[in-house]
């Protein structure tokens, strides 16, 4: 039952006034809570269950939460800074997008939503370092220059059954190795892939495709390109179901870079390209030799000027680095660019016209995909607003031609902070919180024993 009034007697609703709609629509079909979804600044899907009766009363101001868990390590340890203990740890709001509504099947009963973080001490602003809210600032920035930006992620991860004898109590859902490409129950016995296809094309997720990847136990699943956030949006609510689906299967599902130390790492690797008002491909030319248009180009080269302090964004854990270390990862070693070269920083897929992009393969599957579009799409603006021109393309295996990446989380973390294009574009608060958030979780290792150490030096010394 619809029960809202015609659009010919008012003018249109408010969000307010959709989110009290959508809650009675959701009740009339049986939904009784209501799952709002945030991201922190790690990709993690933070949130609250509402029962869906309940909903209107969030629809103006939001769902109130304590601000400190938006500058708060994996470990719990929040920083002490003025958007937590120094200012008497005050409240955020995550304001409810009513245009973000899922249904998991999985989940009977249960509907999803995504909010943004906003600020009741800045008036209802955006929070400086919301993630949703920093990509959305990028697409705005884009959009007021007659430019759309479209993205597509590619997310790998693993499936892990709890075994108490193994490392950590977990072992790879499948413990040979493939090679990747192979299909069907006789290397899938639960057949998980089917049913994560399956339950996240029913969310609406976009997904294209799946494979096992090369190692045992390693997945990826391809969802189709749309509009740079609503991208985003898919590729959170992707990596928050498939955890979900594999919790329900009494698994695990991990998108860290480099689960095991003998495996194959996990990657993002996120296409782009940039449209018109009417959605005609921008990157393309057929006039050119190699069919991509000037705007490409300097969107490309803008992606390699600020390749270093993009690493710290697209790989932002002390693991990352461990997964672009392994020799035969084809993870980039440089800032490059090559046509179908998947040893390359930027790939540019062998499609043409209406298919013309950019793939970065740099990203970690840990990566929160609203801040790697977001730093992505602000390194491609200062390319396209300076009329940067990339070096010549590598071609063959010389994928170690090039400006040097950053071969250390900290060295990243360094380079984020020395950009000053990248921080004037993102906000100067968001590198601040982003990197000593980051330097913390660093110090913490820096401290840790790990399983190697005392493997090798315990025995001898």
Known sequence: MDRRPPVSDRTPPSSAERITYLAAELSDRGIDLVRVLWSDLHGVARGKEIPTDELPRFADHGVAFCQALMVTDLAGNPLH???SAGSGWPDADARIDPDTLALPGYAPGI?????????????GAPLRFDPRSLLRGQVDRLTTRGLHPVAAPELEFYLLREDRTAPHGWRRYLERDTAGYVVGTAYDPD?????????????GLGVLAGIQEFSGGQYEINQGHGPALAAA???????YAVKEIAARNGMRATFMGKPFADRSGSGNHVHLSLTDAQGRNLFADDTAADGLSPLAKAFLAGLLEHAPALMAVLNPTVNAYKRLAASGSLAP???????DNRLAYARIPPERGPGARVEVRIGDGA????????????AGLDGVENGLVPPPPISGDRGDEGAPLPTSFGEALTALEQDKVLGEALGDRFVQVFTELKRMELARFAQAVTDWEFNEYSWML
């Open 81 to 83: 800074v003025p958007e």
């Open 111 to 123: 509907a999803y939503l995504l909010a943004e973080v906003t600020d009741p001490a800045a008036h």
């Open 333 to 339: 070693t440089a800032a490059n660019w090559g046509y």
């Open 191 to 203: 057949d998980m892939l089917p049913l994560l296809i399956r339950e996240c094309r029913a969310l």
């Open 367 to 378: 990566g929160n995909p609203y801040l790697t579009i977001a730093a992505l799409l602000a």
């Open 233 to 239: 949006d898919k590729a959170f609510l992707f990596k």
